[in-house]
C-alpha cells in the first residue's frame, strides 16, 4: 500500500511543483500593496522555490526502485511538505483577501480553491495529507466567505464547502478501492503459490524457492529436499470418502510444519505427495532428516471421530553431494524414495519405514 501511494504521488506530483513555479509571477503581481512584503512577496517566491527543488528532486529519481522504507519516507516527507506550502498560501489568500477591496475578493477565493484542489487531487493516495491540505487551504478562506454577507460569496463558499466534501468523499471511497485490490492480488498470489486444501505452498512455489536456494547456494553450507509419499492413503478414501481423506492431508500438513518450523518449505506436489526443502544452515540438516520426519507422523490419527492408519515414506537428496540442479536432486530423492517404499515391512510397513538417503 505504502509503495502504490509513493508510486502515485511520484507520477502525479512533478506537474504540481511546476504549477505552483509558475503562478508565482501572477501571485507577487495580484498581491495587495499595503500587505507586508514578506507574506506578499515573500511566500510566493518561497514557494516557487520549493516547485522548482521538488520538480528537480523527483525529476533525478525518475525511474528509482521504489523501496517500502523509501515510500513511506516519501509518504510522510509530502504531508508535510503539502501542509507547509498549504499553510504559506492560506495565510497569502486570508491576509490579501483582507486587505483587498470587497469586489476582488472572489479572486483570491479562486486562487486558493484552484491551488487546494490541485494539491488534494494529486495527494489523493495519501488519505491524511489529502484531509490537512483542504482544511488548511480552503477552510480559512471559506469562512470568510461563507461570514462575508455578501449574498454571491456566500453562495460561492457554500459551493465550495460542498465541493470539498464531495471530494473527500472520493478520496475515501479510492482508498477502499485500493484496498480491495490489494487485496484481490493478495489472493490470487496465494492462489498461484498455495495448496488451497492444505494451505502449504504447492508445486509452483517450491520449485521457485528451490530454484532461489540454488542460485544462493554456498559450496560449504548444503542444504536438502525431502520428497515424502503416503502409503496407504487410497485405502482411505476408498473406506471412509474422499472428505475424511482431505481431513487427513490437513492433518498431515499441520504435522509437517510443527515438524520443520521455520527451518524449512513444506509444500504439497499433488495428491498425498509433498516435499520439504531445508534451507542452509537448518538445524534440522544436524538430525537424520527421514526420521524426525517420519517421527511427527507417526502418532496415530483420529480423524471425525475415526481412528485412521496411514504411514509414509521418505527420499532425501542433499546439495552439492548428490546433485547440483534441481532435476537432479528431483531424480536423487524420487529414486530414495522409490526403494524406501520397496522395503517390505508386513502390515505395518506405512507407519514404520524409514526413508533413505541416497
Not at 479562486?110 to 488519505?127: D, K
Not at 492462489?191 to 542460485?215: Q, S
Request: with cysteine; charged share 15%.
Amino acid at each position: 500500500m505504502a509503495i502504490l501511494r509513493a508510486n502515485r504521488v511520484e507520477t502525479l506530483t512533478p506537474m504540481l511543483f511546476l504549477m505552483l513555479a509558475a503562478t508565482t509571477p501572477t501571485a507577487i503581481y495580484g498581491g495587495v500593496a499595503t500587505v507586508h512584503p514578506a507574506i506578499r512577496i515573500g511566500f510566493p517566491v518561497t514557494l516557487a522555490v520549493i516547485g522548482v527543488l521538488g520538480f528537480l528532486f523527483l525529476m533525478h529519481n525518475r525511474g528509482r526502485r521504489m523501496s517500502v522504507r523509501r515510500a513511506r519516507r516519501m509518504i510522510v516527507e509530502s504531508t508535510w511538505l503539502s501542509g507547509v506550502t498549504g499553510a504559506m498560501c492560506s495565510i497569502w489568500t486570508v491576509t490579501n483577501w483582507l486587505a483587498a477591496p470587497p469586489a476582488t475578493h472572489s479572486y483570491y477565493a479562486m486562487i486558493m480553491a484552484m491551488g487546494s484542489l490541485a494539491t488534494a487531487y494529486c495527494l489523493s493516495s495519501i488519505r491524511f495529507a489529502t484531509f490537512v491540505n483542504l482544511i488548511i487551504g480552503l477552510g480559512p478562506v471559506s469562512v470568510l466567505m461563507l461570514t462575508s454577507g455578501n449574498p454571491p460569496e456566500i453562495a460561492a463558499g457554500t459551493s465550495l464547502v460542498v465541493a470539498t466534501l464531495f471530494l473527500l468523499r472520493m478520496v475515501v471511497q479510492q482508498h477502499g478501492q485500493v484496498i480491495d485490490l490489494l487485496e484481490l492480488q493478495r489472493q490470487m498470489r496465494e492462489l498461484a503459490h498455495t495448496d488451497p486444501l492444505t494451505g502449504l505452498a504447492n508445486r509452483r512455489e517450491f520449485d521457485m524457492r528451490l530454484d532461489e536456494e540454488i542460485a544462493a547456494a554456498d559450496a560449504g553450507k548444503p542444504f536438502a529436499i525431502a520428497l515424502l509419499d503416503l502409503d496407504g492413503f487410497k485405502p482411505v478414501n476408498d473406506r471412509h470418502g474422499h472428505a475424511i481423506g482431505d481431513l487427513l492431508l490437513c492433518e498431515i500438513a499441520k504435522r509437517l510444519r510443527g515438524a520443520c518450523g521455520d527451518h524449512a518449505v513444506v509444500a504439497r506436489q499433488g495428491g498425498d505427495e509433498f516435499a520439504i526443502l531445508v534451507h542452509a544452515g537448518s538445524p534440522l540438516l544436524d538430525t537424520s532428516l527421514a526420521d524426525h520426519i517420519l517421527a511427527a507422523l507417526a502418532a496415530p490419527y483420529r480423524i471425525g471421530g475415526r481412528p485412521i492408519s496411514v504411514g509414509a515414506s521418505i527420499g532425501t537428496a542433499v546439495w552439492p553431494r548428490h546433485g547440483v540442479t534441481a532435476r537432479k536432486l528431483f531424480e536423487v530423492a524420487d529414486t530414495a524414495l522409490y526403494a524406501a517404499k520397496a522395503v517390505d515391512r508386513g502390515p505395518t510397513s506405512s507407519v514404520e519405514s524409514i526413508g533413505r538417503m541416497a
